[in-house]
């Protein structure tokens, strides 16, 4: 049985499925109720949907939030982007948070992507990993196809 959940968002992926976004953050938040009440739900601070979710878990809930100045709830993320510079071919960041300031390097593009590596620096904070193993960790990234994936082909730039 799982001991940390993560719920990144409730958006309109599954609606044909499910009817509303409620109906999908109802069925997302079972992960969160099925955890053992000793587990712990990382959850995004930036989706009200996900941050309401913490109501539903007696164990420990932590946030993670791309903009902690305009967070869906009243409490400070536990780790949220101060800054993010984008390259030609990562994403810098800057973040902060209860354990610290530090920086790291994301080998992909978008904000979906660093949110993503918000919720999993979280995971492995959370484990016991330092910054710095975090840092390391997320620098070693892969690129999945399709997925604004930079491709070059006589000198054009495709962003797949």
Same mark, same amino acid.
């Given at each position: ?41 990382? =959850?995004? %601070? ?7 979710? @913490? &109501?539903?878990?007696? *164990? ?37 948070g209860k354990w610290g ?6 080998? =992909?593009? %978008? ?7 918000? @919720? &999993?620096?979280?995971? *492995? ?36």
């Open positions: 049985q799982p001991t940390i959940g993560v719920i990144t968002n409730v958006g309109v992926t599954h609606l044909e499925l499910l009817g509303t976004q409620k109906a999908i953050a109802e069925t997302k938040a079972e992960l969160i109720q099925s955890l053992p009440s000793m587990g712990t739900a990382v =959850l995004n %601070g930036d989706d009200l949907f996900v941050a309401n979710m @913490a &109501a539903l878990f007696p *164990g420990e809930s932590f946030y993670y939030s791309l903009d902690a100045q305009h967070v869906a709830t009243e409490i400070l993320p536990d780790l949220y982007a101060v800054e993010v510079k984008t390259g030609e071919d990562e994403e810098k960041v800057r973040v902060n300031e530090f920086c790291f390097a994301l080998p =992909l593009l %978008g904000r979906h992507n660093i949110a993503n590596a918000l @919720a &999993a620096s979280l995971v *492995g904070l959370v484990l016991g990993a330092t910054p710095k193993e975090v840092a390391r960790g997320l620098k070693k990234v892969k690129m999945v196809e399709k997925r604004l994936r930079r491709l070059e082909f006589d000198g054009l730039t495709i962003l797949d």
